[in-house]
């Protein structure tokens, strides 16, 4: 059994990610004659955790496992890494916003922004940035799958721009049970929104690579974009919208010039690329 896991470990522990967090998504989206009580939905993302750690005991053993965790304690990576991590979504979404003022002649929103209708709470919105923040690094376990798990097995097979383009349409596939119902405006934000991923995963890549692996890094990567994402007037999954379609182009930009400058192969220039046999 061990060597057939170890062999389809890449398409068996997919197959785990998506059975666990797609029962959750597609019940709570009404596709499934069920539903899950919020103490159990707020576990979605934490799918990829168990599936990831599942699979490396099974096919790599305990030290593999640790080795794995361990990855979440990579911090000494130089302060330019955490600065991308921090502000590099932040700052491409208020750009989007901005661009898309200026090139509608229309004045930017930001007097109702979506974390007023998720947290309904009557405080000043820097005072929910934080506690926001904090929220999706503690219920997203998305990079565990993503760039824990897939990337480095991908990585062993071909070069970073490739997998990490492999890692993107599966990435934005996952997330299909958003987009039921939506009809065929939403087929068209789904266009959208596969490239924005495809993009999105080259750059993340590029981040996982030169902090060798870092879990935490992508991790607060990832946050800090939903987090700007939820605080920042960005309608990025939703039908329709230019400023959508300019943050899709800025990404596309940001994985050009990153591809070009640290190279397809290892998207770095001074690190070698994470791989997992």
Do not use: C
Request: a positive charge; zero cysteines.
């Amino acid at each position: 059994m061990k060597p057939f896991l170890k062999r389809h470990s890449l398409v068996i522990g997919l197959i785990l990610m998506f059975l666990y967090t797609w029962t959750i998504d597609l019940s709570n989206s009404g596709v499934l004659p069920f539903q899950f009580p919020f103490a159990i939905y707020i576990t979605l993302g934490w799918g990829f955790i168990f599936a990831s750690l599942l699979m490396t005991w099974l096919t790599l053993g305990r030290d593999a496992v640790i080795a794995l965790l361990k990855r979440f304690l990579i911090w000494r990576v130089g302060w330019t890494w955490w600065m991308i991590a921090l502000l590099l979504s932040p700052v491409l979404q208020l750009a989007s916003v901005f661009l898309t003022s200026w090139l509608t002649r229309v004045p930017a929103d930001f007097s109702h922004p979506m974390i007023r209708d998720v947290v309904p709470l009557d405080a000043p919105l820097l005072a929910l940035v934080v506690p926001w923040l904090v929220f999706e690094i503690l219920t997203n376990g998305e990079e565990m799958g993503w760039r824990g798990y897939v990337l480095p097995r991908l990585q062993a097979k071909y070069n970073a721009l490739i997998a990490s383009l492999i890692v993107g349409v599966i990435w934005s596939v996952w997330h299909l049970p958003k987009f039921f119902g939506t009809g065929l405006s939403g087929e068209r934000s789904f266009v959208w929104f596969t490239i924005a991923h495809l993009a999105l995963a080259v750059l993340y890549t590029w981040l996982y690579n030169n902090t060798r692996g870092s879990l935490l890094l992508v991790t607060l990567f990832h946050a800090t974009a939903n987090t700007a994402g939820i605080f920042l007037p960005v309608s990025f999954a939703v039908p329709g919208g230019i400023e959508q379609n300019i943050l899709v182009v800025l990404y596309v930009i940001a994985a050009f010039v990153v591809t070009i400058i640290a190279g397809a192969k290892n998207l770095s220039r001074t690190e070698e690329k994470q791989v997992q046999e």
